[in-house]
């Protein structure tokens, strides 16, 4: 049991040092494997009306990026362990 404590700490680490970026027409979003927002850039050419909804699609999409990243990570690491990965666990309890 203290060796999954101690993967899941050092797996935190390096999540939070894996960075994704999105952009949406000017504003552009890096957030961290972790799901932290990391910056957000709005280009000055962006009209202040239109800022709140496209802050809102760069977020989604680095979120949703990140999440894919992290995903990933834990499945490899989850296979290095030799514990099912999702892919392993589909045809179980068929």
Do not use: C, H, Y
């Not at 797996?11 to 949406?24: G, H, N, R, S, T």
């Not at 280009?43 to 709140?52: N, S, Y």
């Amino acid at each position: 049991m203290f060796k999954l404590q101690k993967q899941a700490k050092k797996m935190k680490k390096e999540l939070k040092k894996i960075q994704v970026e999105a952009e949406a027409q000017g504003v552009k979003v890096v957030v961290n494997a972790e799901q932290e927002i990391i910056s957000i850039t709005i280009g000055d050419e962006v009209p202040r009306e239109k800022i709140p909804e496209l802050l809102k699609d760069a977020l989604n999409r680095a979120l949703n990026k990140a999440q894919v990243v992290a995903s990933e990570k834990m499945q490899g690491i989850m296979g290095d362990m030799g514990m099912p990965t999702e892919a392993g666990m589909r045809g179980m309890g068929e």
